[in-house]
């Protein structure tokens, strides 16, 4: 069981472009931030290989190359911002390798704005050519409603991004043969607040994953300060902030933190 930062970046990445700061041209290959996402990669009770993301950004054929990545068992969607939906397209590749659909788990809001944009995969019939398209199923989700998959346990956990009402997840092992000494795992991308329903889904965590945009204040994210506010109050045995911007270097940021809290970084794996 291994958990993978495919991104740790904010919806621009890092470097961003036309940018000549000190991050952007910084030679720390922890500085390099491809848009948020992660997978989870594990062996189900039946002793299959099961693979899963955690969002599908316009990065995903990149992070699935350089992460050999050659199965999805399902794509959980956070919400239906461009930085996190729009490699969707590229689950058509593991549709041809695995010759076999993909599920996808958005809540009904998010999956409605995904039919609208991907029209040529959600309404195929329709298209002036049967061309290559994803092949996906989609399946709906509901706060603190857990789905079973493989022996892995995912709940949705409400969050706020800005005015925008997201999803976060809950990772638990619904089988003993899929535990993992980083589990339970809580993966909250894109917040700006906890709504006060969701805070008993955070308590008892090994791993908290979560937003820290930059230090300056953002209408719709966490700023370093307050992220590390709200990780004290979780208080899970470790936690890493993802979707950071270019106003964070990896070597003066993250020895600043207080212990048990670090800046994750593309490509670290928790297993």
């Keep these: 069981m291994r958990f993978t930062f495919l991104g740790t970046g904010t919806s621009a990445g890092v470097p961003v472009i036309g940018c000549d700061c000190d991050v952007c041209c910084s030679p720390d290959p922890r500085d390099r931030r491809l848009r948020t996402a992660a997978s989870v990669s594990w062996t189900d009770p039946a002793g299959n290989p099961r693979t899963i993301l955690l969002d599908a950004g316009p990065d995903l054929r990149e992070q699935s190359l350089t992460h050999n990545l050659t199965r999805c068992d399902g794509v959980f969607i956070t919400h239906n911002h461009v930085d996190h939906v729009w490699g969707i397209d590229e689950l058509r590749r593991f549709n041809a390798v695995m010759k076999a659909p993909v599920d996808l788990y958005a809540e009904p809001r998010a999956m409605d704005e995904l039919r609208r944009v991907y029209k040529h995969i959600f309404d195929r019939a329709n298209n002036v050519n049967d061309s290559f398209v994803a092949h996906l199923i989609p399946q709906p989700l509901a706060p603190a409603t857990p789905v079973d998959l493989h022996g892995l346990r995912l709940t949705p956990i409400r969050l706020l991004h800005g005015r925008l009402p997201v999803l976060g997840f809950r990772l638990d092992a619904a089988d003993p043969a899929c535990d993992a000494p980083w589990l339970p795992l809580a993966y909250c991308t894109d917040v700006s607040g906890v709504p006060p329903e969701s805070w008993s889904q955070l308590e008892g965590l090994t791993t908290l994953v979560l937003d820290a945009l930059r230090h300056r204040h953002h209408p719709t994210h966490l700023t370093v300060d307050q992220a590390v506010d709200i990780a004290q109050q979780i208080e899970a045995d470790r936690t890493w902030f993802v979707h ?22 593309d490509g670290l794996t928790l297993d």
């Design 244 to 265: 950071m911007a270019h106003d964070l270097a990896h070597k003066k940021t993250d020895p600043a933190l207080p212990d048990g809290i670090g800046l994750a970084f």
